[in-house]
Nanobody, 124 residues
Framework: QVQLVESGGGLVQAGGSLRLSCAAS????????MGWFRQAPGKEREFVAA????????YYADSVKGRFTISRDNAKNTVYLQMSSLKPEDTAVYYC?????????????????WGQGTQVTVSS
């Protein structure tokens, strides 16, 4: 069982930056593939970024490519999402998720554990 806790959300102006963190409990964090998703009001949860268990492979949604960076520190049981050049359309609740297979997926149904989410609001 893994518990995930996101932090770092907030209100930022368009063009600004935020770094989200997701801290995981347990001693098996390094075996999990990790992903970030977001959900805006009235919309489905959508894939943002994912990273393999070693951190050697990353994958991004086209909408955030070049602006967001996912990374992980297995010694700290933490995955990060560095967000830059933020746009109002990035406003959403951001969730991190863990997959036991160690791989990374864009489909949220493939993930086994989820955090409670952190709100990101980008003002124009």
């Amino acid at each position: 069982q893994v518990q995930l806790v996101e932090s770092g959300g907030g209100l930022v102006q368009a063009g600004g930056s935020l770094r989200l963190s997701c801290a995981a409990s347990g001693r098996t964090f390094s075996t999990y593939g990790m992903g970030w998703f977001r959900q805006a009001p009235g919309k489905e949860r959508e894939f943002v970024a994912a990273i393999s268990r070693s951190g050697g492979t990353t994958y991004y949604a086209d909408s955030v490519k070049g602006r967001f960076t996912i990374s992980r520190d297995n010694a700290k049981n933490t995955v990060y999402l560095q967000m830059s050049s933020l746009k109002p359309e990035d406003t959403a609740v951001y969730y991190c998720a863990a997959d036991r297979s160690g791989y990374y997926y864009t489909n949220p149904n493939e993930y086994d554990y989820w955090g409670q989410g952190t709100q990101v609001t980008v003002s124009s």
